[in-house]
């Protein structure tokens, strides 16, 4: 057979039909799939000891190991991988182009069905029609909503590694299985050019009645999954780019295992200012292998950030970064604003003629245009200084997460405890920089906290703020 790849994978999920699709893929000449090569529990089948000479010791201490063996076996050699396999292997497979990936999917309803009627006769293999053991399945919400948020995140795992990386796969229905045509077409991708002419192997379906047979609460059951957002319409959607770590932002404590993680539009400067108090010299200008041997010196530190509520954060950076002028104003973003999004910005600063009622409607005109760039409808960066604290947040973990998320209005109590809890003495904190010329609550209203809602639906959603005043 033409040698198309090196080896083959069949990222499939338990009672997805994948012991048929492996007994399919077994028919065609120079093709061999090799069980489940990587289960945590056994290696290639529950009664089997070794998969090419190599036993479940060596391939549990060395898992490549195994993988090179498959990749040099004659002809083209594959295994299938579910979600819960052996999770050091994965990123190798993901990132090799000459191993073919193949998704098998089932309706989740299905294969949850399935996989309960399996538990409960332990049979999960059917050759002998008349030895099938008949059962019932018991739908449980909870856990069927497990087995479909876990389902649901691998898919979407491999669906992203596989674009980040160039590559596509195979994707094979669990109906798809039984189809002669469709099996010979997955067969010629592998590189095998002799089609079959039948299936030809005892493997029978298990449980072919229809889905209301087979669950003793199957009105219960319809109930649960009508209450399921099958389309996610209650998502937030996020377009924001994802972010790695600041890292050159973290300060650290000259005199305590404190590093701060700061969260741009915040109180770094409060925060910052307690630090010093500490003692000692702050460190700043991490990399990333400077942050790493911080960490190694300084065992039981704490990490920590402090989030700002998303409208006073947003007037927080409109005050100083749009307003007003100087080395830290993003003078090029403030001409757009002005000249693209109508903001009544004064040419100079300070400006006598700038008044509080023209403060809140340019304020109100930010809050607009931070809606319409965070959705990626403006062709301006989304700056840190304003992107969502979900977001950031979420490109800490990338690195390391702060192990402590403080709120500007717990601060004093909260970093208090910190201090206390890496035995030091805490300063008291000092108090945030007033925003000018007008404070956020000269121009508060309900409408300003509609926009802030419409610019940070996820802060809002996923930080659990609530209106500002």
Not at 83 to 90: E, Q, S, T, V
Not at 145 to 164: S, T
Not at 386 to 392: D, E, K, M, R, T
């Given at each position: 057979?033409?040698?198309?790849?090196?080896?083959?994978v069949v990222?499939?999920?338990?009672?997805?039909g994948?012991?048929?699709?492996?007994a399919?893929?077994n028919?065609?000449?120079?093709?061999?799939?090799?069980g489940?090569?990587?289960?945590?529990?056994f290696?290639g089948?529950?009664?089997?000891?070794?998969?090419?000479?190599?036993?479940?010791?060596?391939?549990?201490a060395?898992?490549?190991?195994?993988?090179?063996?498959?990749?040099?076996?004659?002809?083209?050699?594959?295994f299938?991988?579910?979600?819960?396999?052996?999770?050091?292997?994965l990123?190798?497979?993901?990132?090799?182009?000459r191993?073919a990936?193949?998704?098998?999917?089932?309706?989740?309803?299905?294969?949850?069905?399935?996989?309960?009627?399996?538990?409960?006769?332990?049979?999960?293999?059917?050759?002998?029609?008349?030895?099938r053991k008949?059962?019932?399945?018991?739908?449980d919400?909870?856990?069927?909503?497990?087995?479909?948020?876990a389902?649901q995140?691998?898919?979407?795992?491999?669906l992203n590694?596989?674009?980040?990386?160039?590559?596509?796969?195979?994707?094979?229905?669990y109906?798809?299985?039984?189809?002669?045509?469709?099996?010979?077409?997955l067969?010629?991708?592998?590189?095998?050019?002799?089609?079959l002419?039948?299936?030809?192997h005892?493997?029978?379906?298990?449980?072919?009645?229809?889905?209301?047979?087979?669950?003793?609460?199957?009105?219960?059951?319809?109930?649960?999954?009508?209450?399921?957002?099958?389309?996610?319409?209650?998502?937030?959607?996020?377009?924001e780019p994802?972010?790695?770590?600041?890292?050159?932002?973290?300060v650290?404590?000259?005199?305590a295992?404190?590093?701060?993680?700061?969260?741009?539009?915040g109180?770094?400067?409060?925060?910052?200012?307690?630090?010093?108090?500490?003692?000692?010299?702050?460190?700043?200008?991490?990399?990333?292998?400077?942050?790493?041997q911080?960490?190694r010196?300084?065992?039981?530190?704490?990490?920590?950030?402090?989030?700002?509520?998303?409208?006073?954060?947003?007037?927080?950076v409109?005050?100083?970064?749009?307003?007003?002028?100087?080395?830290q104003?993003?003078?090029?973003?403030?001409?757009?604003?002005?000249?693209?999004?109508?903001?009544?910005?004064?040419?100079?600063?300070?400006?006598?003629?700038?008044?509080?009622?023209?403060?809140?409607?340019?304020?109100?005109?930010?809050l607009?245009?931070l809606?319409?760039?965070?959705?990626?409808?403006?062709?301006?960066?989304?700056?840190?200084?304003?992107?969502?604290?979900?977001?950031?947040?979420q490109?800490?973990?990338?690195?390391?997460l702060?192990?402590?998320?403080?709120?500007?209005?717990?601060?004093?109590?909260?970093?208090?405890?910190?201090?206390?809890?890496?035995?030091?003495?805490?300063?008291?904190?000092?108090?945030?920089?007033?925003?000018?010329?007008f404070?956020?609550?000269?121009?508060?209203?309900?409408e300003l906290?509609?926009?802030?809602?419409?610019?940070?639906?996820?802060?809002?959603?996923?930080l659990?703020?609530?209106d500002?005043?």
């Amino acid at each position: 057979m033409a040698q198309n790849f090196d080896a083959f994978v069949v990222f499939a999920e338990m009672r997805t039909g994948s012991n048929l699709l492996e007994a399919n893929l077994n028919l065609f000449e120079g093709i061999s799939c090799l069980g489940e090569a990587f289960n945590p529990h056994f290696i290639g089948y529950p009664n089997s000891t070794e998969i090419l000479g190599i036993d479940r010791a060596t391939r549990d201490a060395d898992p490549l190991a195994l993988l090179g063996r498959i990749r040099g076996a004659e002809g083209l050699a594959g295994f299938r991988y579910f979600h819960d396999h052996d999770p050091r292997i994965l990123e190798p497979l993901l990132d090799d182009p000459r191993i073919a990936k193949i998704v098998l999917t089932r309706n989740p309803v299905d294969s949850y069905v399935s996989w309960k009627i399996a538990q409960k006769t332990d049979q999960w293999k059917l050759t002998n029609v008349s030895r099938r053991k008949d059962a019932k399945a018991t739908f449980d919400t909870a856990d069927f909503e497990a087995h479909l948020e876990a389902l649901q995140g691998f898919q979407v795992r491999l669906l992203n590694g596989l674009q980040k990386r160039g590559q596509t796969a195979f994707y094979v229905a669990y109906e798809d299985v039984q189809d002669l045509d469709v099996m010979n077409g997955l067969a010629r991708w592998l590189g095998c050019a002799t089609p079959l002419e039948s299936f030809d192997h005892n493997l029978k379906r298990q449980n072919p009645a229809p889905i209301s047979d087979k669950v003793e609460n199957f009105e219960e059951m319809e109930q649960a999954l009508a209450r399921l957002d099958r389309f996610d319409l209650s998502r937030t959607p996020n377009f924001e780019p994802r972010r790695g770590a600041a890292v050159p932002g973290y300060v650290a404590s000259g005199a305590a295992p404190l590093l701060y993680m700061p969260i741009k539009g915040g109180p770094e400067d409060a925060v910052c200012d307690w630090l010093a108090a500490l003692g000692g010299e702050l460190k700043r200008d991490f990399n990333q292998k400077g942050l790493r041997q911080w960490l190694r010196r300084n065992a039981g530190h704490r990490r920590f950030t402090v989030l700002r509520h998303p409208l006073a954060r947003a007037h927080h950076v409109f005050c100083h970064r749009i307003l007003a002028k100087g080395p830290q104003a993003f003078g090029r973003i403030r001409r757009v604003l002005v000249n693209r999004h109508d903001l009544p910005l004064p040419e100079s600063w300070p400006d006598a003629s700038y008044d509080l009622a023209t403060h809140r409607r340019a304020f109100a005109g930010f809050l607009e245009f931070l809606r319409a760039n965070l959705a990626g409808q403006t062709n301006l960066r989304i700056d840190p200084n304003w992107a969502s604290q979900s977001g950031l947040l979420q490109g800490m973990g990338d690195l390391c997460l702060p192990d402590l998320v403080l709120r500007e209005e717990e601060m004093a109590e909260g970093l208090a405890r910190l201090a206390a809890q890496v035995g030091v003495s805490a300063p008291a904190v000092p108090s945030a920089a007033a925003d000018a010329p007008f404070a956020l609550s000269e121009i508060y209203d309900a409408e300003l906290e509609a926009l802030a809602r419409a610019a940070y639906p996820r802060d809002y959603l996923m930080l659990g703020f609530g209106d500002w005043r």
